[in-house]
């Protein structure tokens, strides 16, 4: 397929979101496809984290309604250290409410995401409203609609999910008409994704080996809650990953930024096999 054999340079120039633009240029001169997930409960330790991997990583993916202890300061301190590090921050959200209602939770409440999250995701099943109430909201926001967008999620990596079909379809059509906020997808698989500007994101990616023997079988594991993994070859090579999420395979590693490094290593070789540059 056209696009995923092209570099994340070319792709860039023929993006339509500005910051889709944004993060496959980032990509390309960071030489990192790797997105950290920050599943923890303590700002101190999301903080140490983002530290640590910050050199590694071209995304820094955040649940801050799973933090206990969240407040302005930690905002501008990850701020400061995405400035540093040169790493974008998304909230991974997954708005999922009529427009009016995604608009109030993204710009206001104490969290007040549209302030500070480059990025955010949202679920489809609403359809374009969401991505209308998000938009509004900006309009009417301190931050710059071109500092922002979203992404879609298409296709979840939990066991039996329902994002199948013509479900998972239509939410892809939903990303490619909607290029105007949408700079990409979350999904396990390239497959539907035509648009070049589309940056693919794919959690649910961890190695054997940092799994502690607990996988079950060599390319699909999974965690005992329903999430499923795929290796960091895998997710690039045979399912159209640009971006891959790894969460406790790094949060859980004895070093954190050492595995950081591996992930981005294995993802980055992985990549320029696939575009044979
Ligand atoms: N995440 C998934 N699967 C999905 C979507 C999001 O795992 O389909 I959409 C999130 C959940 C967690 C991270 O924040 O990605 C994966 O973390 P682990 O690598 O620890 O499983």
Not at 91 to 120: M, P
Not at 157 to 174: F, N, P, Q, V
Not at 183 to 189: K, N
Request: glycine content about 8%.
């Amino acid at each position: 397929e056209e696009r995923l054999k092209t570099t994340f340079e070319s792709r860039a120039e023929k993006s339509s979101n500005a910051m889709s633009a944004k993060i496959l240029r980032l990509v390309a001169s960071k030489r990192t496809t790797l997105c950290v997930a920050a599943d923890l409960s303590n700002t101190d330790k999301v903080l140490e984290l983002a530290n640590a991997v910050g050199p590694y990583i071209c995304i820094f993916k955040t649940h801050v309604d799973a933090l206990e202890d969240f407040s302005k300061k930690f905002v501008q301190e990850l701020q400061q250290l995405a400035k540093v590090h040169n790493f974008l921050i998304m909230e991974d959200r997954k708005f999922g409410d009529i427009g009016h209602t995604a608009s109030l939770q993204y710009g206001a409440g104490c969290f007040n995401i549209a302030d500070w999250a480059d990025l955010v995701t949202v679920h489809a099943i609403p359809g374009p409203g969401i991505i209308d109430g998000l938009i509004n909201c900006l309009e009417n926001s301190k931050s710059q609609l071109s500092d922002r967008a979203c992404f879609i999620v298409a296709e979840m990596s939990s066991k039996d999910t329902l994002t199948t079909g013509s479900y998972l379809s239509a939410a892809i059509k939903l990303a490619e008409t909607r290029e105007d906020f949408v700079a990409g997808i979350v999904s396990q698989s390239a497959t539907g994704i035509s648009s070049p500007g589309l940056v693919q994101l794919t959690p649910g990616v961890r190695t054997i080996s940092s799994q502690n023997g607990k996988e079950r079988n060599g390319t699909s594991r999974e965690d005992g809650l329903g999430q499923q993994y795929n290796s960091p070859d895998h997710v690039v090579l045979e399912r159209g990953a640009d971006i891959a999420v790894v969460g406790r395979g790094i949060t859980e590693a004895d070093s954190p930024s050492d595995a950081a490094k591996l992930y981005r290593d294995l993802l980055w070789k992985a990549y320029e096999e696939r575009v044979a540059v």
